[in-house]
């Protein structure tokens, strides 16, 4: 069964700290997707990055960071110098072959940047 | 700038009324999607379409159907509302036949069924 696991509900810092949003996920296929979405208090889900099963390549822009690892199943993001801005509820999602938007949600996890 | 567009923000009804969630995108897309979302437990997929006329459930179709008359437009149906309905629904749409692809999403509509 497909399946995507945010174990951390709620993280607080303090601004300009960094901090990392872990996300683990469960899937028999081969082929699949990983996404993390932002949803901000207002609402709307946000697309931050998309990464396939077969590019474990890193990503990096600008302050976000992004480490894919097939061997643990994982698709942490990191929020390098965090901002009051960056205050939000972060999803990681999965898609798998053919089921573009068909999206598989973790739990997401709340980020609180305290000034 | 691309646009998933839901009818309202807030919505309250009774216990036993037909809701009708209204959702329109502007992008030509084929695939279009209906989420529920809950504390603690994320989003979840209640129905959604690859094409006109066409539908499929998700993992929480019960009490919920769909309509999709118009490329542009999927409208999730309560049929008769109850208070465990009581939540943040979420519309969003995506291109057909690329499944390496984002899904857009709307700005949410919270309803609360007293």
């Known amino acids: 069964a497909q399946k995507v696991t945010q174990a951390q509900t709620e993280i607080s810092v303090v601004e300009k700290e960094d901090v990392t949003l872990d996300c683990v996920y469960e899937t028999r296929d081969t082929t699949y997707y990983l996404f993390w979405y932002k949803q901000p208090p207002s609402g709307e889900l946000v697309f931050l990055i998309r990464?396939?099963?077969?590019?474990?390549q890193n990503e990096i822009s600008g302050r976000y960071s992004w480490n894919f690892q097939k061997s643990t199943s994982s698709f942490n993001f990191t929020i390098t110098a965090s901002q009051v801005v960056d205050s939000a509820v972060y999803f990681c999602a999965l898609s798998e072959n053919n089921q573009g938007g068909k999206l598989i949600f973790g739990q997401g996890t709340e980020l609180s940047v305290k000034p | 700038d691309v646009k998933v567009t839901q009818s309202s923000r807030y919505l309250v009804k009774r216990t036993g009324e037909k809701v009708f969630l209204e959702c329109v995108q502007d992008?030509?897309?084929?695939?279009m999607f209906w989420y529920r979302q809950d504390p603690g437990l994320g989003l979840r997929l209640i129905y959604f379409s690859y094409d006109v006329k066409m539908k499929e459930k998700g993992d929480i179709p019960e009490g919920y159907s769909v309509s999709r008359e118009k490329k542009e437009r999927f409208s999730l149906i309560l049929e008769s509302a109850s208070t465990n309905q009581t939540s943040m629904y979420l519309c969003?749409?995506?291109?057909?036949?690329?499944?390496?692809?984002?899904?857009?999403f709307g700005q949410g509509t919270r309803l609360t069924v007293v």
């Open positions: 990464r396939n099963s077969f590019d474990e």
């Open positions: 992008m030509d897309h084929e695939n």
């Open positions: 969003a749409s995506s291109p057909g036949g690329d499944p390496n692809t984002e899904a857009f």
